[in-house]
């Protein structure tokens, strides 16, 4: 495992689209694998593959309930709506306010190639909603409402 880098606001990966991912490999493996310690190390609750650079539609998401790695998720079903502040570690230190829905039933494949359909709600479904846009080459920003504002990070607060 390894902490990849990550593709920051201004890179043209982040806004392409990215391809199904058809069979998983042990590249495909190690790569799910790097994204979760990405993820952790940075202290996100998602990351989606091509802001580590890879044009996979790939996933990682941990709300505080343990890892979900969706591969190929599609969102089926959005309902109702939430509001609230939203961040994205390839736009760091910056934060806005997005409105997405509140409840989504998301299909997607997991790493043993098992498929699943989950319901998400709350944080759980604006991180599905968030990160499944990555794969479509959407970044959170062009949909803040107002301006976007800066995020002083915990650590600097206490120095």
């Known amino acids: 495992m390894a ?4 593709r920051l606001e ?20 190690e790569l799910i694998d790097d994204m979760l310690e990405t993820m952790y190390e940075k202290d996100g609750v998602g990351l ?3 802001q580590v650079g890879i044009l996979k539609r790939i996933v990682v998401i941990d709300v505080g309930d343990g890892p979900l790695v969706m591969i190929n998720p599609e969102i089926v079903r959005e309902e109702g709506s939430q509001t609230g502040d939203e961040g994205c570690l ?3 230190g910056k934060a806005g306010q997005v409105t997405r829905p509140n409840e989504v039933t998301v299909h997607f494949m997991d790493e043993d190639g098992e498929y ?24 959170y920003i062009d949909s803040v409402e107002g301006e976007l504002h800066d995020v002083v990070n915990e650590e600097e607060e206490e120095a």
């Open 10 to 29: 201004g890179d043209p990966i982040l806004r392409k689209t990215s391809r199904e991912v058809k069979e998983i490999t042990p590249k495909v493996r």
């Open 48 to 50: 989606a593959a091509p």
């Open 3 to 6: 902490i990849r880098n990550l």
């Open 116 to 139: 699943y359909e989950l319901d998400g709600t709350e944080l759980l479904a604006r991180a599905i909603c968030h990160e499944c846009e990555h794969l479509d080459g959407k970044l």
């Open 90 to 92: 390839s736009v760091p």
